[in-house]
């Protein structure tokens, strides 16, 4: 007989508070909780709901239209190559960050679900032992954000530039019904 999903609450409770309640150990929790982060635990909403306030701005009634009122200061004197190649970096310095994190994430779910079946967490062997598997879940992570960057370009990118090519949206209001149907 198949067990319902409100027969496994009761030993799910039990089995979490033979994990972190007894004995209590102080090290256990913090292992769970960098790991937590590393997976991004908190991030995907799981329970954890903390509202911010957000300090409201005030709107500016100018509208800038050149490259340097938006700019800090200090960056007013650069020319826009100096500006397109420190954008340039950032963007490749947030990208390499990125793929770090996700190399991170990838072997760390694995280490994070080894830990709550055994009820004991350790990383380094963990970390040594879940490794390939993380390697492979972290390439085939990375290739099915290819495969969307390109479902992306080719459901919302040719369109567009179809619309652009065809001068569609230089003057929207004349071609309303080609692009709400393109846009469905």
């Known amino acids: 007989m198949p067990i319902s999903a409100v027969d496994v609450i009761t030993p799910a409770f039990q089995h979490t508070k033979q994990q972190l309640l007894k004995p209590f150990r102080f090290g256990q929790w913090v292992r769970l909780a960098l790991l937590g982060l590393a997976t991004g635990e908190m991030a995907s909403g799981n329970g954890c709901r903390f509202n911010v306030p957000s300090i409201p701005r005030k709107q500016s009634s ?63 062997e963990s970390w040594r032992r879940w490794r390939p598997a993380g390697r492979r879940f972290f390439v085939w992570q990375l290739l099915f954000q290819v495969v969307l960057a390109m479902g992306f370009v080719i459901l919302v990118g040719l369109p567009l530039g179809f619309a652009y090519m065809a001068g569609w949206l230089a003057e929207p209001k004349q071609h309303l019904a080609p692009l709400i149907l393109g846009g469905i």
Do not use: Q
């Open 62 to 124: 100018s509208i800038h239209l050149g490259l340097a009122p938006h700019l800090p200061p200090s960056l007013s004197h650069l020319s826009v190559p100096e500006i397109v190649l420190i954008a340039s970096f950032a963007v490749l310095f947030f990208g390499i960050i990125m793929i770090s994190f996700l190399y991170l994430n990838s072997i760390c779910r694995f280490i994070l679900f080894d830990s709550v079946i055994k009820r004991d967490c350790t990383l380094r």
